[in-house]
């Protein structure tokens, strides 16, 4: 096996164990039987509050910001299973974060009655796998750029067949 191999596959390996740790991660914070917030409501309040009077716009409110916690909390979600999939296939990756989310809120409202199951839950951490699957995509876009060149400078002898620059 060449270098190049052990290296993509190590990655790979890598990516997987990330993503399910991050998914365990996930299901942990979401399926235990309070909120990560429980308790926090009057110190969420005075924040608010504070912000409020420094000039933030009103509509930052608690449902405004669990919402955008939500998004951001699937952002490596999207990103981590469209970096483990094929590219090929990595469009497939929002409609995991779709079914991780469905599954958890489905989860939450038929066996968690501390927990509310919510539609925009499942919207809100869509969102976030679909900007962690754009994410993705970018940054595979710019390796497979980078990777042209590399293999264009091998080709017209500017690097040696390993990808490091040749050396007169």
Known sequence: MSRATHAGAFRVRFV???TVL????????TLTPTTVDNGLDPYIDRLLAKLWTRGVPAFVDYGFIEFTANIAFFVPVGFLLALLLPLRTCWIAPFGGLLLSAAVETAQGLFLPGRVASIADVVANTSGAIVGFVAALAVRLLILHRDALVIHDV???RRASNGLPVRD
Do not use: P, S, T
């Open 16 to 18: 997987a164990v990330l």
């Open 22 to 29: 991050y998914v365990g991660f996930v299901l942990l914070v």
């Open 155 to 157: 080709l017209e002898g």
